[in-house]
């Protein structure tokens, strides 16, 4: 339901046109030293604004309610909340009955037999704030052991779309991701990506991006076995994020191309020759990069007249109004890097209790 | 970790090398009829032997120990067992301290700290056989509601690998793969598919598969807000099979690359002008059909030399011996319709508390 | 962890002392009228001041966040918070660094490492609030099926204390504990009750009680073989509430000394014609009225000079000041309450799948 | 539903006559060495026979599955079944159609809308064979930390039903207990205690039992906080045992008749003074005993006439044939310590991760 993780887990709730958003991240141990100015920023980071993301307007202040003392985390659940400020709500006065095509409209209706028609509710991606403090506050307890989570654009529309991420992965700068607008994953085809950007949101359009997500320093062994798998929490965790069609790990769409003798990860001394596996290996960490990636659709809300019904089943057509992302994966790339953050924390916190040596380090 | 689903719960238990394999379906609403011939005509399926698949020799024959009664569902747990016949546990002899490339042994190893090298132990694809008998009962729960799901083999290596499956969505024919020996979804490629397999096995080698996933009639509003997603449940389904490296649903990995106005489905009164959504708007069934693509990795047990370690860290050679699948992904198509089988019918049985008037045709 | 409930969970965060407390409401389902003013009277009901309880003094005003559109759930979930008003903290720096006795201080610092000294922090009965909070909020989803869950004062201290529940259910009067500024269910005792506490609270010491909780119209069939059952689940929710420690249904203790011939319940055409099961066979319920009853120890907090020791393990004595309940039972029935209601509705909603012939109401 | 534990999970299986019944456990960390003497044994102990149990006849040999390699766990689920034996169906023929008072038939029928009516089918007391199973293969983890579960009769009907636990507690000889065939607490009671199971026996009727269960060296900390309290799983877990009516922990019932003076447990350099808590602080265990008392209700079947109603509702009279415990309680006490050993393990998985320091050592 609305909570995510299972020894680490994130519960949270709010509409975009609400009072507030926020959750509750339950199961952080005790003792994690807690930045607020790194859960800001990283807030500010998937904050709306600029030429490439959505006009609305929100400072996305946070404020952290409990489980800090002094601090540190004190083991009990981070209660936060985040104030919603720019509910436009009359935008969608017009959509009021209809049904947005592309948009959850249609199935949040008939699921709850209510509608709260104020630009998705909870389906809007607004919610994905909440999903990055969750993930930013973990990322704290992950800095104890020196793994870091990373994310960036690998293409845009038709640009880089079909290079292989076999080839290309050592090629991607994440250095540079972090400071760039788009979080392009290449110096060189920044202005590209920017271009296509611009030119779908001239044509009052919108365009796909897919995603590139890097776990460094994972330990080994993460990934309950046989239904809890890493692999299988990461493809929930990308594919429940709005707007993502698909999740590759590691060769991902590439290995069911090749021959095991191609695919296979060859082992000396040094560890592994390659790393098709994209780190996991039987659904558990192999300690080597975990490298994953994410196919966004376009974003659903154009400015186009689209042809749809209202919920009296009549035929009308969908003219959009308000303010919107023309690519919804530049700020998802945010949310990848949060969800991979709970991923490998959680998994974590579950592996802890493996087998008895661990055990035995604890009691 | 062992147990998959929330409502609709299938645990299992077994190893390739061990007595028996097995499970526990639970929360199968009582009152469904039981059909013991569709079970074990599902499980004959998936069942190793021919010139496609390994040569090892397993009847699978399921027994039954409860959960029904008289023919009927008692709405108590059905446990099942198959037990294990052909274990050459000797084949595995000369690979006991090594680690495997592409196989879980590694991972395993460092996981429990201790090690069951007969023939990947828990991490086999022989324990997909309890999957496939779970899927084969939830069946007959959906058979009451008309809901049908079938797989089949989409590209084999190269051959049909770049295909647009929005395009190809309906030159499928799911009919003609229920009767291939190898689950071609296209009559016309069933021969090539064929001749990469067996190119690969004669070459010691073994090849890559993408098998796409058909779910018709689910019913509108499926899919639990936010985290657990109907998409989001077959994203881990799916990536939880052996071998599975990437899952797409509808466009997919296409959707990155269009544009908005291309990619959002446009509805009149008959319903959705087209599917690139692949039956799911914000994570929740649309009653469209339903959409899945999975990438199989080439099975990672060839028969040629490969480089790796063994437990102490020494370098060795894998040589391996013994009957594997030349192409997983074959046999794998059939767990995946399992799987989609658990998800649908889980996802139904969270969904009838949705909303109050739900609830009021109950109590 | 801070979860509460399968299908219908109240997830909760918050510590005495600190900013806010408040919770998510996760999994009622969408179309119950939501009634603010009922909401806010049952908080007070629990609300500290008076002769009987704390004289802190918190006006415990709940804002709903999420989840509740034009008065009506959305199936969403509800966030809500609760502004902490009158943190005198400082009432807590002379027990800074030693465990009080009865209290959790000593289990929580071994537990996390860390210590929230300020009144207890997260395990300060103040966060039963939050629960009464969730609690009344299902009421409203209870009263759509004439579902009723109401509790009372049975016995402080010696007083009633051994009075048999079989014989006294009959007498027990609600309707008159409602008003009672004691919840007492007996008129003709509550004065003595009154009297008891405030003896106890003269002596600067606290007292027990028990309490007395009665479910009227809960559906037959609610449960969950084999572990989940209702009774279970009931036991959970009690023995979890602070300061309980221990949990009757029907006959309860008196069960075990009975006979068969005694305590089974006969049927005829018009029903049970007894009630020693307290409404529950076999972990499910039976369609009679649903027994608890709980036992309160005496609030831990007492003005009485108890040997302890300190964090570094010297011995010392503890000597507290501050505000507190002299029974903590009174505002504790408050609870029961609200976590039967929140079991009653989520075993409503996990039962709603329980058999074939209900799902086909819903599909 | 039918899977018991979070991190440790036993799942189970079977009617009372049907097949087989068994269970999965899973979570058991790797490297536990595996005990078959000791597991048979403890199944002994719950096995049918002799004068105070029903005659009915079950050798229950276990046999494993899975899960165990060389002796020792590997980390992966341990699959185990007990075939039944003596499945006298046909005793059941007379009570084919009606509600036996005091069981579950009434409420399986209308929860599940079908009926087993073969000895209570899941609901039977058969089922808990599975749980000691479980139990007795978590005692082996438990070993590896000196925690011991040992439980006995402390009460039958009236004889001894009022002491006062609080003074009774270090009178309680659980070695005596071990060999008594009633596992009694008391050498000094063991002769009454039998003479009221028999005079039940020989009356055709059955009589209630109290049951005490000791948990020594549980580590400090575990229970997790706020939901999952350990006295909340114990009451639980205890309340789910067939036939148990109420549940106390420490003083328990005695603790609502006290006052906060005599209730608070004093610490001094040594430890806790007294042990009023039962182990248990907030919820988490402070590392003294755990007491839990639990009292089973008489044996439901009797073979007395008793009134009832029939399926369609007519009155009728049920005259039970068959075999049956004259005394539940006294096989039911195996099954308390059961359940303790699996929520002392389970909770001492989930508490690993709980703070900064233990992870550490583990990672």
New interface residues.
């Given amino acids: 339901?609305?909570?995510?993780g299972t020894?680490l887990?994130l519960?949270?709730?709010?509409?975009t046109h609400?009072?507030?958003?926020?959750?509750?991240l339950?199961?952080l141990?005790?003792?994690?030293k807690i930045n607020l100015e790194f859960l800001q920023n990283e807030l500010d980071k998937r904050k709306p604004g600029g030429k490439f993301a959505t006009a609305r307007k929100e400072s996305d202040k946070i404020?952290?309610?409990?489980?800090v003392?002094e601090g540190?985390?004190?083991?009990?659940?981070?209660?936060f909340?985040i104030y919603n400020e720019n509910q436009k709500s009359k935008d969608y006065e017009s959509v009021k009955n209809l049904?947005r095509?592309?948009?959850?409209d249609?199935?949040?209706f008939?699921?709850?037999?209510?509608r709260?028609y104020?630009g998705?509710?909870?389906?809007s991606a607004r919610?994905s704030a909440v999903r990055v403090a969750g993930g930013a506050l973990t990322q704290m307890?992950l800095d104890?052991?020196g793994i870091s989570v990373e994310s960036g654009i690998y293409?845009v529309?038709?640009i880089n779309?079909s290079a292989n991420l076999d080839d290309e992965v050592l090629n991607l700068d994440f250095e540079f991701a972090k400071n760039s607008e788009i979080f392009s994953l290449y110096p060189a085809l920044e202005e590209a990506f920017k271009e296509e950007i611009l030119k779908?949101k001239n044509?009052h359009?919108?365009?796909?991006?897919?995603v590139v997500t890097l776990i460094k320093n994972a330990?080994?062994?993460l990934?309950?076995?046989?239904?809890?798998?890493f692999?299988?929490?990461?493809?929930?965790?990308?594919?429940?994020i709005?707007a993502v069609?698909?999740?590759?790990?590691?060769?991902?769409?590439n290995?069911?191309?090749?021959?095991?003798?191609?695919?296979?990860?060859?082992?000396?001394?040094s560890g592994f020759?390659s790393n098709?596996?994209?780190g996991?290996?039987?659904?558990?960490?192999?300690?080597q990069d975990v490298v994953i990636k994410c196919?966004?659709?376009?974003?659903?809300?154009?400015f186009?007249k689209?042809?749809?019904?209202d919920i009296s089943?009549?035929?009308t057509i969908c003219e959009l109004r308000g303010r919107h992302d023309p690519c919804v994966?530049v700020r998802g790339s945010v949310v990848t890097t949060a969800m991979a953050r709970l991923v490998v924390a959680d998994m974590?916190?579950?592996?802890?209790?493996?087998?008895?040596?661990?055990?035995?380090?604890?009691?």
Avoid at 101 to 104: I, N
Avoid at 205 to 210: E, F, R
Avoid at 306 to 309: A, D, Q, S, V, Y
Wanted: charged share 15%.
């Fill in positions: 339901m609305n909570t995510f020894k887990r519960t949270t709730f709010g509409e609400g009072v507030a958003i926020g959750g509750i339950d199961g141990p005790a003792g994690v404020e952290l309610l409990s489980g003392f540190i985390s004190t083991g009990t659940p981070i209660g909340i049904f095509p592309g948009h959850a249609f199935t949040y008939y699921k709850f037999g209510v709260d104020r998705g509710g909870r389906s919610e307890f104890e052991f293409s529309g038709k779309h779908a044509a359009d919108s365009v796909g991006a897919s330990p080994v062994g990934g309950e076995v046989l239904y809890d798998k692999d299988a929490r990461i493809a929930a965790a990308m594919m429940g709005n069609k698909a999740v590759e790990i590691g060769s991902g769409t290995s069911s191309a090749s021959f095991g003798s191609q695919n296979n990860d060859f082992i000396n001394k020759l098709h596996a994209g996991i290996l039987g659904g558990i960490t192999s300690a196919h966004f659709k376009p974003t659903p809300s154009i186009l689209e042809p749809t019904i089943g009549d035929e994966g974590m916190l579950l592996n802890a209790s493996s087998n008895l040596a661990n055990l035995k380090r604890v009691y």
